[in-house]
């Protein structure tokens, strides 16, 4: 292949490959997520419109340098001098795609601007701008130089307008001028370009011919897209070894998928991607196709199941429901005023749980905590984790917020995990709509930076961050009214610690005595509350409570439905071949100094002598964990 080295014009302001290099450096994400990132969304922003599926392949092998380095013109003897023998690569593969199209002849600086296959490869900084596009092939793509010596190539094939098929072959090289051990000696700005030249035409053109590109690919044990197919293959030979590891200094993370490249790629795909991953339910809300990934040839079927959780997450946000017996709760998140053309609009859904240790395999399974997952460091296990994650249509998260603004002020004993999920087509006002943002979507695209790692506000507006306050109060108003109401749902409780299945609540509030209007003190209301849970079987616990209580007054345990609370007996009326889902079987009076009690039918039936306090123990068994339970007294005159 011939060389064409970037012109050294000190007047142009043009970059040069250490500057490029520098320009995405996101310290907060690894190779393997900034790779997979970019080069997943930019497969599935070129799926055919009536592909189904999109499927990617990532292969880490090894080839010949003697072999490769031999159609690099003008530095196959420095490849040769420092990277001689066997080596590593990773090539990058899609299909159902229409890989690298638009022209490369042309002189117009428009038609070359509209080109992918342009814009991948020799350009920086030249966002796709199709609507529902999750990557950029900006500056996502300088993720591919930094993983080797800085060559990449790149092989594509497309349909071309008169029903032919053509493929193109052409590398790209950006590295540190600076360095000593650089490969392109002749350059002041290491970068540099491989194809062929057309005679009398100086423009470098990709390779076309089917045979003088088989024997390229053949170095990779690659072959040719064949029939019907099309798509793109990124090829980076050379890898640099520890790329799984946590930076540069070598500081191994101690989690068992970063011990090579190829499992932290697995793993990156996964966090990225879970939501598109082999899911329906995604390709019917948003019409896109599906995502297949394969890695070395094992496909990314089964999710690990952090992520799992996190894609049913979002699809209950997607869809505002959730899976039948399911403990996950969705909230509507909605703007009430300068942000869309309609007042109190949908911006989104947010869908969260509290998954128990038990659940999530950490007690048991040897799993690691969902942070673990996320970020691939150790989690400390004391130290559960608010994460909330959100994307755009395309399905690409774009970031996990940890115990940040997104879960600002939530409490909650143990891990919780959420996802937020916008209404992409909702109309944005008049005045966002004419500076180009029609609807959330565009509006969100163009909040994120080059490297898509999260939102911002644009236009001096307050969208997202007014989104961001309102998912946090929904996270924390519905678990304060569970944890501060008499109610408590079986399922969330049970699953996470038997012992605290029923809140340290009230029945009827207890009232501060005060005066009325004759003056004379109001005597106190009765009151239970729960002060203690212990386990005491597979589905039973024993509950500690105290309480208040004047004359006659009834203890009883009732379940919340769609009809209201119902007890044991409104229950049976209502359906009268299901059991009662839980019942007082065991009493125990501790203080029940002038006060007689009965259990009966369920019911804890006291007759007190005077007005005075009583604590005591009730066992309750469970005959079900789908609804929730509440327990209250009542004054019986």
């Known amino acids: 292949m011939k060389i064409k080295i970037a012109a050294d014009d000190s007047q142009s302001m043009a970059q040069s490959g250490d500057s490029i290099l520098r320009s995405l450096q996101n310290t907060d994400l690894s190779y393997a997520d900034v790779v997979v990132r970019e080069s997943l969304q930019n497969s599935l922003d070129a799926t055919l419109p009536d592909a189904d599926r999109t499927i990617v392949n990532f292969d880490l092998k090894e080839f010949d340098s003697e072999e490769l380095s031999a159609y690099f013109e003008g530095i196959q003897d420095e490849l040769l001098k420092n990277h001689a023998g066997r080596q590593k690569y990773l090539a990058i593969s899609d299909k159902h795609t229409y890989g ?49 010596v800085g060559i990449v190539l790149y092989y594509t094939r497309i349909k071309l307008e008169s029903g032919e098929y053509e493929e193109r072959l052409v590398a790209s090289l950006i590295e540190d001028p600076k360095k000593e051990d650089r490969l392109l000696k002749a350059s002041s700005r290491g970068i540099a370009w491989w194809g062929r030249y057309e005679d009398g035409n100086d423009k470098l053109l990709p390779i076309t011919d089917h045979e003088e590109i088989k024997n390229i690919l053949q170095i990779f044990g690659l072959q040719n897209y064949q029939n019907d197919d099309t798509g793109t293959v990124i090829l980076i030979p050379y890898l640099r070894e520890g790329l799984a590891r946590a930076d540069e200094n070598g500081s191994e993370r101690q989690v068992p998928w970063n011990r090579s490249f190829a499992d932290a ?38 999710l ?68 673990s997952y996320i970020t691939s460091e150790l989690a400390d296990e004391a130290s559960p984790k ?24 939530v409490k909650c004993d143990g891990n919780l995990l959420a996802f937020f999920v916008p209404k992409s087509d909702q109309k944005m006002t008049r005045p966002l709509q004419e500076q180009g943002y029609d609807n959330l979507e565009q509006y969100l695209r163009n909040s994120e930076k080059a490297d898509h790692a999260e939102w911002f506000d644009v236009a001096n507006k307050s969208v997202v961050k007014r989104i961001t306050a309102k998912t946090a109060e929904a996270i924390r108003d519905s678990l304060r009214n569970k944890n501060e109401d008499t109610n408590v749902h079986m399922s969330d409780r049970l699953a996470r610690r038997f012992g605290s299945l029923v809140p340290k609540a009230r029945g009827e509030a207890a009232s501060v005595p005060r005066k009325n209007s004759s003056g004379k003190k109001k005597e ?56 009662f889902p839980v019942t007082v079987v065991g009493f125990s009076p501790v203080e029940f100094e002038g006060i007689e009690w009965e259990l009966q039918d369920g019911n804890i039936l006291l007759d007190a002598e005077t007005a005075g306090s009583f604590s005591g123990k009730m066992t309750v068994k469970l005959a079900s964990f789908d609804y929730r339970i509440n327990i209250a007294i009542k004054q019986i005159k």
């Open 304 to 371: 690990d199941y952090t992520f799992q959780i996190m894609q049913d997450l979002y699809n209950a946000a997607a869809t505002g429901k959730a899976d039948k017996g399911s403990r996950i709760v969705i909230k509507e998140i909605r703007l009430a005023k300068r942000a869309f053309s309609k007042n109190d609009a949908l911006a989104g859904r947010v869908a969260f749980v509290q998954p128990t240790d038990e659940e999530l395999g950490i007690a048991g399974q040897n799993r690691f905590a969902p942070y």
């Open 386 to 409: 608010r994460i909330l994650a959100y994307t755009r249509k395309p399905g690409m998260i774009i970031r996990y917020d940890i115990d940040g603004k997104w879960t600002y002020g």
């Open 524 to 579: 106190k209301t009765v009151h239970i509350k729960v002060d203690d849970t212990q386990q005491v079987g597979t589905d039973k616990f024993q509950l500690s409570f105290s309480g208040y209580v004047r004359n006659k007054a009834k203890i009883s345990l009732g379940v919340l439905t769609q009809e209201g609370r119902l007890t044991a007996e409104n229950w049976a009326k209502s359906f009268d071949k299901l059991d």
């Open 100 to 148: 690298l199209t638009g022209d490369y002849l042309s002189n117009d600086s428009k038609v070359l601007d509209s080109s992918n296959f342009q814009k991948l490869v020799f350009s920086i900084g030249k966002n796709q701008d199709h609507d529902g596009a999750g990557g950029s092939w900006g500056m996502g793509k300088t993720s591919f130089f930094r993983i080797g």
């Open 265 to 302: 790629i697995q793993m990156a795909a996964q966090r990225w991607y879970a939501p598109r991953i082999c899911n329906p339910i995604y390709s019917e809300v948003t019409g896109n196709s599906a995502l297949l990934c394969h890695v070395n040839g094992e496909n990314i079927f089964q």
